[in-house]
């Protein structure tokens, strides 16, 4: 909100702003100008602008599916046989705001690069609601970084840095494959990961409704300055799932148990809640 009003302000003509110095704007007019000048936005008084790490979470589809409640609402596109991103966030944003909003036509030279890369996995939301929640909570609040500074920035760096870890392929040359029976430790995995993903990774599983654990995400914690690894950050783990998420879903993400191995499932577009039968 504030962040609409005070340029607005300041270009209003002295005469208007008479107008509306209204006794409950006066009130907190003060402060309001204090937060302008010191840069702060918000009633926690946190400083605008001071996230200092961002987490890219990528999802593997087949593990998507198996977090959601419902049969029926999940989809992967024919196109989509890899890691997807879920999103980009700067972590402990404050200060941001639906002011920014995001129309195709931004990122209109992307958009066959997203829906292969950042697709909407739930049948009846189209891939662009997707990414415009995805601007509005998270990428609006990067923006005030200047390599984050629109949604087509803020998409094509997420495009940019998927394609810098290219999971999957590290993985296949591990030998650490999609299947039906095989299962991996979480440490097998890491192994594989951490000199690319940095030691602070996350894997993410969900419980399906065997109770088994699926891998569903990987979260990698990068600096503002996007080397990999935060030092302000330990907290990818604690960061609570945005609600945002790509949809409902049943099983909240929780990172893989290290004793208990977990199933990493082949993608089937036919059957993308059942790609084992
Ligand atoms: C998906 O669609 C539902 C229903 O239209 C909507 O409430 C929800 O916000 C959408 N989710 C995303 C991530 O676009
Ligand atoms: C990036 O930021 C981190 C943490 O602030 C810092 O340790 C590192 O030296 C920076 N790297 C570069 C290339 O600027």
């Not at 007019?29 to 008084?45: I, R, V």
């Not at 939301?125 to 970084?145: D, P, T, V, Y």
């Not at 969900?206 to 950050?233: A, E, M, Y």
Request: proline share 9%; glycine share 6%.
């Amino acid at each position: 909100m504030l962040c609409s009003v005070l340029p607005l302000l300041l270009s209003l003509s002295p005469a208007f702003l008479v107008l509306l110095q209204l006794p409950a704007y006066t009130s907190t007019q003060e402060g309001h100008w204090e937060d302008y000048e010191y840069g702060h936005q918000d009633s926690e008084k946190k400083p605008f602008c001071s996230w200092k790490c961002l987490v890219l979470t990528l999802q593997w589809p087949a593990g998507f599916c198996q977090s959601l409640d419902k049969e029926d609402i999940c989809h992967i596109p024919q196109s989509v046989n890899s890691w997807t991103i879920h999103g980009l966030w700067p972590f402990r944003a404050y200060g941001c705001c639906n002011c920014w909003p995001m129309f195709r036509s931004d990122i209109q030279e992307l958009e066959a690069e997203l829906t292969e890369h950042w697709p909407s996995l739930l049948k009846k939301n189209s891939s662009f609601h997707f990414w415009r929640e995805e601007w509005r909570k998270h990428g609006a609040c990067a923006a005030c970084e200047e390599g984050l500074n629109s949604p087509l920035r803020y998409f094509q760096l997420s495009l940019k840095l998927r394609g810098q870890f290219n999971i999957q392929q590290l993985l296949e040359d591990a030998g650490i494959t999609p299947s039906c029976d095989r299962r991996y430790k979480v440490v097998e995995v890491q192994q594989v990961l951490a000199p690319h993903l940095g030691d602070r990774h996350v894997i993410q599983c969900v419980t399906d409704d065997k109770d088994r654990n699926v891998w569903f995400q990987v979260k990698i914690p990068l600096s503002r300055n996007l080397t990999v690894g935060c030092d302000h950050h330990g907290d990818a783990e604690r960061d609570p799932e945005p609600v945002s998420g790509p949809g409902p879903t049943a099983s909240p993400a929780h990172p893989c148990p290290p004793q208990v191995p977990f199933y990493y499932f082949p993608i089937d577009h036919q059957q993308p809640r059942r790609p084992c039968g």
